[in-house]
């Protein structure tokens, strides 16, 4: 064999199957159905029943159908086991046989092969203020492993106001008023080779002029612009509780901005239909999704009104989703969404090609803290991973410090590292569809497919989304499980580790550094003064007034014009805009699931800086270590989540000759206050064992509630219900354990102290 023929066969056997390869072999395996079979006679299956009785010898009488099933904010159950079938009496395979990636209802991925021929997208978010600095970020960005631009608006730019009118400028992202602005944040970015991203917030008209214009002006080919800049005023609209512009006026702007993209720059999307707000409510997985696929669905409607192809419109959507904290949920949920999307097409009458979706994902903000703020990263981490196995196109991890302030050096390339390493150090590129076959998740699946389903046709039967949002129907549901988070995380049901478990005692926050907005709205100002000093005023009116008079699929290339010409963003949105019959509903405020006791601990700290006193807890532990130590070491981490003194010994036991001594010594130490200068407690825990408690208890809490005065005693431990009564007549006035309220007690004890009105 010659060199030439040797180095074309090691060419043909190093080349990968193409989409189209493997999309072909796949549908021709759909008829085969000859498989070998596959037997493991060699072992010996147990039965379900025989798997429950060996869980519940270990269980050693513990309930197993109360310890074995977990129960999700979705409503659905986790079961201890699954098999290849949903339970011990099902019929129903839940493995489906006949669906592959790529195709079909897209469940097992968006493309054919996966991530392998495409990985997905690093799109990490670029928030600086300055457009110079953000552009300088940006491409730093790209050289450390990013693959996407990524850019983060700031609220006035998102609502479509010049740096001179803002609030506060640059305080979440980077301001752009000027034509200048939008030349100095894509300066020397390569365009053409990597996407480009952006949400817009209410409209995407005025942002995406501007990108063109400086694109053209900078004399690059705009037709090669990809990735999406778009905007969603439904979300908006739910973010803000009005809009700036009508209803009827925003989707005129965004079937404008389909046109022109479909027409100019076919690889934009300029629809970003995010559930930021939803996920920020503390919606579980099945609201976030049913609620942002009724947004879209509205937007579908609107835009077939406009006469947009439903082929147009499935090529201008582009999805962002929020990954929670439940690593299953979120692959399934990833998963079903995909499933329902298709469907969903599928009735407007869309080809198999237009029923997948783009996605973007990013870690909730809502599962992230301000107190222990280094397990960040590790929620991230978890988030990432469910999104990556679940399947999305690009992915965004936040810096786990942005609780706090805008990522550093350090935070970003944390946060930039993680998705390199699950690419090229964890092998996550390879499987396709890596969650298939998982009888588990397969099953959640299906759940929340139904589950997703379901809630998305309570919004169609209220008559589609507006009319939903108009009657409060998702405003009201979302609040609703927010309340029951907050409610388990009260309770410690749910587990925020270094906020209402394991707090991180005398814990050193991080630097705030926030944005000197009065500086960076001077700086802009000035610099769109200058800018704008010698331009055509005449001229810049005129763009502007042709702005106004534009027909259909005309606006963007004028707001273009307007924008070479000098106007800014504020002025293209005022002429293009119309807030007449714009509208006002309740808004869905952005929540995190620990704010209430970070906001509890911030309470003493500033309690403790203004008066050089806390609440001061004393642990009346009874016995040797052993006996009280659980209970010792399960009440003092309760209470020093409200960042309290509690002060630790060893118990007290009797003398020999000396039955009942230990009280003695107890009320001794108590009354000795809490240091050398004599600070009373505030708050004394009896610590022992049920077994002893029955004599310590009328004896012990008495006297202790008699030196404590309006002070509170603690029982450690639920008290059985025989014998709680006496134990409150003996003085104890409430029980620190597993089942008690931490939240409401940590605040009862604020208030009683003078911390708290």
């Given at each position: 064999?010659?060199?030439?023929?040797?180095?074309?066969?090691?060419?043909?056997?190093?080349?990968?199957?193409?989409?189209?390869?493997?999309?072909?072999?796949?549908?021709?395996?759909?008829?085969?159905?000859?498989?070998?079979?596959?037997?493991?006679?060699?072992?010996?299956?147990?039965?379900?029943?025989?798997?429950?009785?060996?869980?519940?010898?270990?269980l050693?009488g513990?309930?197993f159908?109360?310890?074995?099933?977990?129960?999700?904010?979705?409503?659905?159950?986790?079961?201890?086991?699954y098999?290849?079938?949903?339970?011990?009496?099902?019929?129903?395979?839940?493995?489906?046989?006949?669906?592959?990636?790529?195709?079909?209802?897209?469940?097992?991925?968006?493309?054919?092969?996966g991530?392998?021929?495409?990985?997905?997208?690093?799109?990490q978010?670029?928030?600086?203020?300055?457009?110079?600095?953000?552009?300088?970020?940006?491409k730093?960005?790209?050289?450390?492993?990013?693959?996407?631009?990524?850019?983060?608006?700031?609220?006035?730019?998102?609502?479509?106001?010049?740096?001179?009118?803002?609030?506060?400028?640059?305080?979440?992202?980077?301001?752009?008023?000027?034509?200048?602005?939008?030349?100095?944040?894509?300066?020397?970015?390569?365009l053409?080779?990597?996407?480009?991203?952006?949400?817009?917030?209410?409209?995407?008209?005025?942002?995406?002029?501007?990108?063109?214009?400086?694109?053209?002006?900078q004399g690059?080919?705009?037709?090669?612009?990809?990735?999406?800049?778009?905007?969603?005023?439904?979300?908006?609209?739910?973010?803000?509780?009005?809009?700036?512009?009508?209803?009827?006026?925003?989707?005129d702007?965004?079937a404008?901005?389909?046109?022109?993209?479909?027409?100019?720059?076919?690889?934009?999307?300029?629809?970003?239909?995010?559930?930021?707000?939803?996920?920020?409510?503390?919606?579980?997985?099945?609201?976030?999704?049913?609620?942002?696929?009724?947004?879209?669905?509205?937007?579908?409607?609107?835009?077939?009104?406009?006469?947009?192809s439903?082929?147009?419109?499935?090529?201008?959507?582009?999805?962002?989703?929020n990954?929670?904290?439940?690593?299953?949920?979120?692959?399934?949920?990833?998963?079903?969404?995909?499933q329902?999307?298709?469907?969903?097409?599928?009735?407007?009458?869309?080809?198999?090609?237009?029923?997948?979706?783009?996605?973007?994902?990013?870690?909730?903000?809502?599962?992230?803290?301000?107190?222990?703020v280094?397990?960040?990263?590790?929620?991230?981490?978890?988030?990432?991973?469910?999104?990556?196995?679940?399947?999305?196109?690009?992915?965004?991890?936040?810096?786990?410090?942005?609780?706090?302030?805008?990522?550093?050096?350090?935070?970003?390339?944390?946060?930039?590292?993680?998705?390199?390493?699950?690419?090229?150090?964890?092998?996550?590129?390879?499987?396709?569809?890596?969650?298939?076959?998982?009888?588990?998740?397969?099953?959640?699946?299906?759940?929340?497919?139904?589950?997703?389903?379901?809630?998305?046709?309570?919004?169609?039967?209220?008559?589609?989304?507006?009319?939903?949002?108009?009657?409060?129907?998702?405003?009201?549901?979302?609040?609703?499980?927010?309340?029951?988070?907050?409610?388990?995380?009260?309770?410690?049901?749910?587990?925020?580790?270094?906020?209402?478990?394991?707090?991180?005692?005398?814990?050193?926050?991080?630097?705030?550094?926030?944005?000197?907005?009065?500086?960076?709205?001077?700086?802009?100002?000035?610099?769109?003064?200058?800018?704008?000093?010698?331009?055509?005023?005449?001229?810049?009116?005129?763009k502007?007034?042709?702005?106004?008079?534009?027909?259909?699929?005309?606006?963007?290339?004028?707001?273009?014009?307007?924008?070479?010409?000098?106007?800014?963003?504020?002025?293209?949105?005022?002429?293009?805009?119309?807030?007449?019959?714009?509208?006002?509903?309740?808004?869905?405020?952005?929540?995190?699931?620990?704010?209430?006791?970070?906001?509890?601990?911030?309470?003493?700290?500033?309690?403790?800086e203004?008066?050089?006193?806390?609440?001061?807890?004393?642990?009346?532990?009874?016995?040797?270590?052993?006996?009280?130590?659980?209970?010792?070491?399960?009440?003092t981490?309760?209470?020093?989540?409200?960042?309290?003194?509690?002060?630790?010994?060893n118990?007290?036991?009797?003398?020999?000759?000396?039955?009942?001594?230990?009280?003695?010594?107890?009320?001794?130490?108590?009354?000795?206050?809490?240091?050398?200068?004599?600070?009373?407690?505030?708050?004394?825990?009896?610590?022992?064992?049920?077994?002893?408690?029955p004599?310590?208890?009328p004896?012990?809490?008495?006297?202790?509630?008699?030196?404590?005065?309006?002070?509170?005693?603690?029982?450690?431990?639920?008290?059985?219900?025989?014998?709680?009564?006496?134990?409150?007549?003996?003085?104890?006035?409430?029980?620190?354990?597993?089942?008690?309220?931490?939240?409401?007690?940590?605040?009862?004890?604020?208030?009683?102290?003078?911390?708290?009105?």
């Amino acid at each position: 064999m010659d060199e030439v023929t040797k180095a074309t066969s090691a060419e043909n056997q190093e080349r990968q199957l193409t989409d189209k390869e493997l999309e072909a072999i796949l549908k021709q395996s759909e008829g085969k159905t000859d498989f070998p079979q596959v037997t493991f006679d060699e072992f010996t299956p147990p039965t379900y029943e025989e798997w429950v009785d060996a869980c519940n010898a270990l269980l050693k009488g513990k309930p197993f159908d109360k310890l074995m099933y977990t129960k999700t904010y979705e409503g659905i159950t986790f079961s201890p086991i699954y098999t290849l079938r949903t339970g011990p009496d099902a019929q129903d395979a839940i493995l489906p046989t006949d669906d592959y990636p790529g195709m079909g209802d897209f469940m097992r991925g968006q493309k054919v092969n996966g991530y392998k021929e495409e990985p997905w997208g690093i799109a990490q978010s670029c928030d600086e203020a300055l457009p110079k600095e953000n552009n300088e970020l940006l491409k730093h960005e790209i050289d450390r492993g990013s693959t996407v631009y990524n850019v983060r608006l700031d609220a006035s730019t998102l609502h479509g106001i010049d740096v001179t009118d803002a609030e506060k400028p640059g305080e979440t992202g980077v301001s752009l008023t000027t034509l200048e602005d939008v030349h100095n944040l894509l300066d020397g970015l390569d365009l053409a080779k990597y996407p480009f991203m952006m949400y817009t917030g209410e409209s995407a008209l005025a942002p995406l002029a501007m990108v063109a214009a400086a694109v053209k002006a900078q004399g690059k080919d705009v037709s090669a612009l990809h990735g999406v800049i778009g905007g969603s005023p439904l979300t908006q609209l739910l973010t803000d509780g009005k809009n700036k512009e009508s209803l009827e006026k925003a989707y005129d702007q965004m079937a404008e901005t389909i046109r022109w993209a479909r027409k100019n720059a076919p690889s934009v999307a300029t629809v970003f239909i995010t559930s930021d707000v939803f996920s920020l409510g503390g919606a579980q997985a099945v609201q976030e999704i049913a609620y942002t696929f009724g947004v879209a669905v509205e937007y579908v409607r609107e835009m077939l009104k406009r006469g947009i192809s439903i082929h147009d419109i499935a090529q201008s959507f582009y999805f962002g989703f929020n990954v929670g904290a439940t690593f299953f949920i979120e692959i399934a949920k990833l998963r079903a969404a995909r499933q329902v999307w298709s469907n969903i097409m599928k009735a407007f009458g869309a080809e198999e090609e237009d029923r997948s979706m783009k996605i973007h994902a990013k870690p909730a903000f809502f599962t992230k803290t301000i107190f222990d703020v280094g397990v960040n990263m590790l929620r991230n981490t978890t988030e990432a991973f469910s999104a990556v196995v679940g399947g999305v196109d690009t992915y965004e991890n936040a810096p786990y410090d942005d609780t706090v302030r805008k990522g550093d050096e350090f935070s970003r390339r944390i946060a930039r590292n993680l998705q390199i390493m699950l690419q090229e150090e964890f092998g996550m590129l390879r499987p396709i569809d890596a969650a298939g076959g998982s009888w588990a998740i397969e099953k959640l699946t299906k759940e929340m497919a139904e589950k997703i389903w379901a809630e998305f046709q309570k919004i169609e039967s209220l008559g589609g989304m507006t009319k939903a949002i108009k009657e409060g129907y998702p405003q009201k549901e979302i609040k609703a499980v927010l309340e029951k988070r907050f409610k388990a995380l009260d309770l410690r049901k749910d587990r925020a580790v270094g906020n209402n478990m394991y707090p991180l005692m005398g814990e050193v926050l991080l630097e705030a550094r926030p944005e000197d907005t009065e500086a960076i709205k001077k700086e802009l100002g000035d610099a769109a003064k200058a800018y704008r000093a010698d331009l055509d005023l005449a001229f810049r009116s005129q763009k502007l007034a042709e702005l106004k008079d534009a027909g259909e699929g005309e606006a963007i290339d004028k707001a273009a014009a307007a924008a070479a010409a000098g106007a800014t963003i504020g002025e293209i949105n005022e002429v293009a805009g119309n807030a007449e019959g714009s509208v006002a509903i309740e808004k869905i405020d952005a929540h995190r699931w620990t704010e209430r006791f970070e906001a509890l601990r911030f309470d003493t700290e500033a309690y403790k800086e203004k008066t050089g006193k806390n609440v001061e807890i004393f642990l009346a532990n009874m016995g040797k270590i052993p006996q009280h130590k659980a209970r010792a070491d399960f009440s003092t981490s309760f209470l020093q989540v409200g960042e309290f003194n509690v002060h630790l010994n060893n118990g007290f036991q009797d003398d020999e000759d000396k039955p009942g001594s230990r009280w003695d010594k107890c009320v001794e130490a108590l009354k000795a206050g809490a240091d050398d200068k004599g600070t009373p407690y505030d708050v004394a825990v009896i610590c022992s064992t049920d077994a002893t408690y029955p004599e310590d208890v009328p004896a012990l809490a008495p006297r202790l509630k008699e030196v404590l005065g309006d002070g509170t005693l603690f029982l450690a431990g639920a008290a059985p219900k025989d014998l709680e009564e006496t134990y409150r007549k003996a003085g104890v006035d409430d029980f620190i354990s597993v089942k008690a309220n931490c939240y409401e007690i940590l605040r009862m004890l604020q208030k009683k102290k003078g911390m708290i009105e």
